[in-house]
């Protein structure tokens, strides 16, 4: 009963502030209610006995993406009326796409059925919280049969990161950098220069 | 405890892996602030680029023949993948050959090129051997994100920054379709691993129409990938402006890497519905070969003609997959092998197209090259008269298995709609032709002596598409056992 009220809480706030980052006029309350969007999955997660993915959801998510959306928004001043101009004129034809999206997806739901075979075929079952916790489960999974995938990820994210350096990183030539070596290896002579100033003249 | 996983089938991928990030380390660490310092970070990274991917084509041929499983079905082993990677490896060595000259006059020539370009080999063998749905992605993604970055690599050119962005944008748009895809056929299935899939789909009597939604995104994505018709928008415009040795490599690798995907999902896992995803493969091949055929034909801008000519071309690959038997696959392996020789001939060619300090791309440039640069005009005749299907060159060896397999199947809706399709686009081929030997030249010649790496390139690959026809019988029976370990 209490369990039910909970997800009916996370349920509801989850979906009103998804509605609310579409909708609000300031980008910036926006990303405030992407967190609270977030938060909320997070509790759901908890709720389906995930409680590493909510874990991650709340670090990764709220702590580095959302804070990073922040700082975009932040940086590139966006104007919301400009954004907003093709709103109402895509507005019919994005709803009837959206009608006959969701009637096609609910034709197919409606005859949809999973194999008989598929209950026995799922390879890596969690072991109830019980015998394992959600965290511990999923990283003898993540480090020994799904290694080559592990290790696949990480590649992807290097390449990902040469990508961002390749096509952004540029010598900047009007940016002061400091070369201690070059500091360190000047003395008086050639840094100070003594002049005699004549009374009344001025440099 | 687990225990350790063999990893001996896996060998040549960590080998790429592993010699990858060293090098993209010795580029780190060399002394790049001068001019010359960059240049000699370029020169070492490409010359040691080459290098790791010949030996990592040795160590292909050390597993090749047997099928291994490693990593609990998540990776594949068998002489239907080992051909395919040793395709890929020679496509990329000969790319990386052509790139390094072309990048240094444009003055793009960074380091990491030559790791991009193996970082994206390594995804295109993840993607030939995959084993299960999740690796199939891992390896497609790998693939894609290096293809984005090296497609934008000339980033003070806009017409290279939009190719990459374009590319960027429609290929993760294909991605989300292929994961939708395999959500659905893992929803039903309640596995990724293929031969779990196939045993299910085997098992049921009346084909799901949730599993037939989740065949048809999953067609879409890797349909995406080969550039097939109706997927194929993004092709002509990345093509035109990504770097011409960019071009070189995409036109051959990924498109080898995703057709035998391709073959390997819907022979694999989907082998028991061949009945409903044949309908889908007929209808895609025969668009894209009539696209390619008519398209190319208004072409001016000579890599614009080889994009709509490689969408042709992965029509003609697709009737063998249509077939979806033995004969069939190996078609489509003997079709590409020859392939990737033609087409990498050609790309050396064109990055040959130099007038001064700039490159040009028109089909009009290459007027009088018959007298101007003999030999050069005689190598892209060559490959142009092959491309076009004309008896004793290699082209046509490949159009012929194909063709043979349609006929035995007897699919002769498709084996007459290529035929037709490849007598029209003989007209933009053999259009090259006659601009080279009949027009006359323009104010100035084209560039001249061609560098030494783009000369190699050719006589390679001419003889290659020359002298096919004098043995082609091992090619033709390596093929065969390779078609064969997958059935």
Same mark, same amino acid.
């Given at each position: 009963?209490?369990?039910?009220?909970?997800?009916?809480?996370?349920?509801i706030f989850c979906i009103g502030s998804g509605v609310m980052v579409v909708t609000s006029?300031?980008?910036?309350?926006?990303?405030?209610f992407?967190?609270?969007a977030?938060?909320?999955?997070?509790?759901?997660?908890?709720?389906?006995?995930?409680?590493?993915?909510?874990?991650?959801?709340?670090?990764?998510?709220?702590?580095?993406?959302?804070?990073?959306?922040?700082?975009?928004?932040?940086?590139?001043?966006?104007?919301?009326?400009?954004?907003?101009?093709?709103? #109402?004129?895509? #507005?019919?034809?994005?709803?009837?796409?959206?009608?006959?999206?969701?009637?096609?997806?609910?034709?197919?739901?409606?005859?949809?059925?999973?194999?008989?075979?598929?209950?026995?075929?799922?390879?890596?079952?969690?072991?109830?919280?019980?015998?394992?916790?959600?965290?511990?489960?999923?990283?003898?999974?993540?480090?020994?049969?799904?290694?080559?995938?592990?290790?696949?990820?990480?590649?992807? #994210?290097?390449?990902?990161?040469?990508?961002?350096?390749?096509?952004?990183?540029?010598?900047?030539?009007?940016?002061?950098?400091?070369?201690?070596?070059?500091?360190?290896?000047?003395?008086?002579?050639?840094?100070?220069?003594?002049?005699?100033?004549?009374?009344?003249?001025?440099? | 405890?687990?225990?350790?996983?063999?990893?001996?089938?896996?060998?040549?991928?960590?080998?790429?892996?592993?010699?990858?990030?060293?090098?993209?380390?010795?580029?780190?660490?060399?002394?790049?602030? $001068?001019?010359?310092?960059?240049?000699?970070?370029?020169?070492? $990274?490409?010359?040691?680029?080459?290098?790791?991917?010949?030996?990592?084509?040795?160590?292909?041929?050390?597993?090749?023949?047997?099928?291994?499983?490693?990593?609990?079905?998540?990776?594949?082993?068998?002489?239907?993948?080992?051909?395919?990677?040793?395709?890929?490896?020679?496509?990329?060595?000969?790319?990386?050959?052509?790139?390094?000259?072309?990048?240094?006059?444009?003055?793009?020539?960074?380091?990491?090129?030559?790791?991009?370009?193996?970082?994206?080999?390594?995804?295109?063998?993840?993607?030939?051997?995959?084993?299960?749905?999740?690796?199939?992605?891992?390896?497609?993604?790998?693939?894609?994100?290096?293809?984005?970055?090296?497609?934008?690599?000339?980033?003070?050119?806009?017409?290279?920054?939009?190719?990459?962005?374009?590319?960027?944008?429609?290929?993760?748009?294909?991605?989300?379709?292929?994961?939708?895809?395999?959500?659905?056929?893992?929803?039903?299935?309640?596995?990724?691993?293929?031969?779990?899939?196939?045993?299910?789909?085997?098992?049921?009597?009346?084909?799901?129409?949730?599993?037939?939604?989740?065949?048809?995104?999953?067609?879409?994505?890797?349909?995406?990938?080969?550039?097939?018709?109706?997927?194929?928008?993004?092709?002509?415009?990345?093509?035109?402006?990504?770097?011409?040795?960019?071009?070189?490599?995409?036109?051959?690798?990924?498109?080898?890497?995703?057709?035998?995907?391709?073959?390997?999902?819907?022979?694999?896992?989907?082998?028991?519905?061949?009945?409903?995803?044949?309908?889908?493969?007929?209808?895609?091949?025969?668009?894209?070969?009539? +696209?390619?055929?008519?398209?190319?034909?208004?072409?001016?801008?000579?890599?614009?003609?080889?994009?709509?000519?490689?969408?042709?071309?992965?029509?003609?690959?697709?009737?063998?997959?249509?077939?979806?038997?033995?004969?069939?696959?190996?078609?489509?392996?003997?079709?590409?092998?020859?392939?990737?020789?033609?087409?990498?001939?050609?790309?050396?060619?064109?990055?040959?197209?130099?007038?001064?300090?700039?490159?040009?791309?028109?089909?009009?440039?290459?007027?009088?090259?018959?007298? $101007?640069?003999?030999?050069?005009?005689?190598?892209?005749?060559?490959?142009?008269?092959?491309?076009?299907?004309?008896?004793?060159?290699?082209?046509?060896?490949?159009?012929?298995?194909?063709?043979?397999?349609?006929?035995?199947?007897?699919?002769?809706?498709?084996?007459?709609?290529?035929?037709?399709?490849?007598?029209?686009?003989?007209?933009?081929? +053999?259009?090259?032709?006659?601009?080279?030997?009949?027009?006359?030249?323009?104010?100035?010649?084209?560039?001249?002596?061609?560098?030494?790496?783009?000369?190699?390139?050719?006589?390679?690959?001419?003889?290659?598409?020359?002298?096919?026809?004098?043995?082609?019988?091992?090619?033709?029976?390596?093929?065969?056992?390779?078609?064969?370990?997958?059935?």
């Amino acid at each position: 009963m209490i369990a039910t009220l909970v997800f009916y809480m996370f349920a509801i706030f989850c979906i009103g502030s998804g509605v609310m980052v579409v909708t609000s006029r300031n980008p910036v309350h926006s990303v405030l209610f992407l967190i609270l969007a977030f938060f909320n999955a997070g509790g759901l997660f908890v709720l389906a006995g995930a409680e590493f993915l909510a874990m991650l959801l709340v670090i990764v998510y709220v702590g580095a993406v959302a804070v990073l959306f922040m700082f975009v928004v932040m940086m590139l001043d966006v104007t919301v009326a400009e954004m907003k101009q093709g709103f #109402l004129n895509y #507005l019919p034809i994005g709803l009837l796409v959206v009608v006959i999206f969701i009637g096609e997806m609910l034709a197919s739901a409606s005859v949809w059925h999973m194999a008989p075979e598929a209950a026995a075929n799922i390879q890596a079952k969690t072991p109830g919280v019980d015998v394992m916790s959600n965290t511990s489960a999923l990283a003898e999974l993540l480090y020994t049969r799904y290694v080559y995938l592990f290790q696949a990820a990480g590649l992807v #994210l290097l390449v990902a990161m040469i990508g961002a350096i390749v096509l952004t990183h540029r010598k900047r030539k009007d940016s002061k950098k400091q070369v201690i070596s070059r500091q360190l290896a000047r003395d008086a002579k050639e840094a100070v220069v003594l002049k005699k100033v004549e009374t009344g003249r001025g440099i | 405890m687990a225990d350790v996983p063999n990893i001996a089938p896996v060998l040549p991928e960590i080998f790429l892996a592993l010699a990858a990030m060293s090098l993209l380390m010795l580029g780190v660490f060399q002394k790049a602030t $001068t001019p010359d310092g960059v240049m000699r970070a370029s020169r070492l $990274t490409s010359g040691l680029g080459v290098v790791t991917l010949v030996l990592a084509l040795i160590l292909v041929f050390t597993v090749s023949g047997a099928k291994l499983v490693a990593f609990d079905g998540l990776f594949l082993s068998d002489p239907f993948s080992s051909y395919v990677k040793i395709l890929i490896l020679l496509a990329s060595a000969f790319s990386l050959i052509l790139a390094q000259n072309w990048l240094e006059r444009q003055g793009a020539h960074r380091f990491e090129f030559a790791i991009l370009l193996i970082f994206a080999t390594l995804g295109m063998m993840m993607m030939v051997s995959a084993g299960n749905l999740l690796s199939l992605y891992m390896g497609l993604e790998l693939q894609s994100l290096s293809l984005y970055v090296l497609a934008a690599f000339h980033r003070d050119d806009t017409r290279s920054t939009e190719a990459g962005l374009k590319y960027f944008v429609l290929g993760a748009l294909a991605s989300g379709l292929l994961l939708y895809g395999s959500s659905l056929v893992y929803g039903f299935s309640g596995t990724t691993d293929f031969a779990t899939i196939a045993t299910t789909i085997a098992a049921q009597e009346h084909t799901p129409l949730g599993l037939i939604i989740g065949l048809v995104f999953v067609m879409a994505g890797l349909a995406f990938k080969v550039s097939a018709v109706p997927f194929h928008m993004w092709t002509p415009d990345v093509y035109e402006g990504a770097p011409t040795p960019v071009t070189a490599f995409f036109s051959v690798a990924p498109k080898i890497a995703a057709l035998a995907l391709f073959v390997r999902v819907m022979v694999g896992p989907f082998g028991a519905l061949v009945a409903e995803w044949q309908q889908v493969v007929v209808l895609i091949s025969i668009l894209s070969m009539l +696209l390619g055929a008519f398209a190319a034909i208004a072409q001016t801008n000579i890599k614009r003609m080889m994009a709509y000519s490689s969408i042709g071309h992965v029509g003609y690959a697709l009737i063998g997959l249509a077939v979806g038997n033995e004969a069939g696959v190996m078609g489509v392996l003997v079709y590409l092998t020859i392939y990737v020789f033609m087409n990498v001939g050609t790309f050396a060619c064109i990055m040959a197209m130099r007038r001064g300090d700039r490159n040009v791309e028109n089909i009009t440039e290459l007027g009088g090259l018959g007298k $101007t640069h003999p030999a050069m005009a005689a190598a892209l005749a060559i490959f142009m008269f092959s491309m076009a299907g004309i008896p004793p060159l290699a082209g046509f060896i490949g159009k012929l298995y194909i063709f043979m397999a349609a006929i035995d199947a007897q699919l002769y809706t498709l084996a007459i709609v290529g035929v037709l399709s490849s007598v029209v686009s003989a007209y933009y081929y +053999l259009r090259i032709i006659k601009v080279m030997y009949f027009d006359d030249p323009g104010i100035e010649p084209l560039e001249s002596p061609l560098p030494t790496s783009i000369v190699g390139v050719l006589v390679v690959t001419s003889l290659a598409t020359l002298l096919f026809i004098l043995v082609p019988s091992p090619v033709i029976g390596w093929a065969g056992t390779a078609a064969a370990s997958l059935f």
